[in-house]
């Protein structure tokens, strides 16, 4: 099974709106990262978060990580068209191997 | 700038062909990935590298293997092409040996195996 998992799969808000992602993990890590794709193309990526951390922002995107209940969320404020891309988190799996969940994908409408 | 390519954009080829993938980065960075992306599931990693000549099994490395001869190169090899490994493959690299931190990834390359 999946060491993360996006929730939801998919997501469509307005432009303007804020979108809001959560990833599940199971093991014990080292960090969580976010990672952006554009249909057809490579990751990007966004931000990430250690484990002795709570909160991070960049730009317009704050990151939350909860190491009790093994989860994370990504808020993108203020979302824009551009923002439409799927989202994957990725963890480290505690130093072994990154491990990525299956994505949300988010659609931003004009 | 970072930059990771791969040799090809996109690639058809034939059942039981031999077909090798090439990732390249410009980076000096120890650490070398191959994933694969298929709807649904997500990246899963087929082997990585952290060091020349050096590879490790990732989740998935039936019907794959990998070269390392270069540290800036990192090959994928599919020795026998089959229909179900259509996908689109991602390479990427990070900085440092032990370093589980940035991963950048390539552009991709989207295979279909006829």
């Known amino acids: 099974s999946q060491q993360g998992e996006e929730d939801p799969q998919a997501l469509s808000i307005q432009e303007g709106e804020n979108a809001t992602m959560n990833c599940s993990y199971k093991?014990?890590?080292?960090?969580l990262q976010w990672y952006r794709q554009n249909s057809g193309r490579g990751l990007v990526h966004l931000i990430l978060?250690?484990?002795?951390?709570r909160e991070k922002h960049s730009g317009r995107l704050r990151v939350t990580l909860d190491t009790s209940k093994k989860s994370s969320s990504l808020l993108i404020t203020a979302s824009r068209a551009a923002d439409t891309a799927s989202y994957f988190c990725?963890?480290?799996?505690?130093?072994?191997?990154?491990?990525f969940g299956p994505g949300t994908r988010l659609s931003v409408l004009p | 700038d970072v930059k990771v390519t791969q040799s090809s954009r996109y690639l058809v080829k034939r059942t039981g062909e031999k077909v090798f993938l090439e990732c390249v980065q410009d980076?000096?960075?120890?650490?070398m990935f191959w994933y694969r992306q298929d709807p649904g599931l997500g990246l899963r990693l087929i082997y990585f590298?952290?060091?020349?000549?050096?590879?490790e099994k990732g989740d998935i490395p039936e019907g794959y293997s990998v070269s390392r001869e270069k540290k800036e190169r990192f090959s994928l090899i599919l020795e026998s092409a089959s229909t179900n490994q259509t996908s689109m493959y991602l390479c990427?690299?990070?900085?440092?040996?032990?370093?589980?931190?940035?991963?950048?990834f390539g552009p991709g390359t989207r295979l279909t195996v006829l």
């Open positions: 990427a690299s990070t900085r440092e040996q032990g370093a589980w931190d940035t991963q950048y």
């Open positions: 093991t014990s890590i080292n960090n």
């Open positions: 978060i250690r484990s002795n951390e």
């Open positions: 990725a963890t480290d799996n505690y130093g072994q191997n990154f491990v």
């Open positions: 980076m000096d960075h120890e650490n």
């Open positions: 590298s952290y060091d020349v000549k050096m590879k």
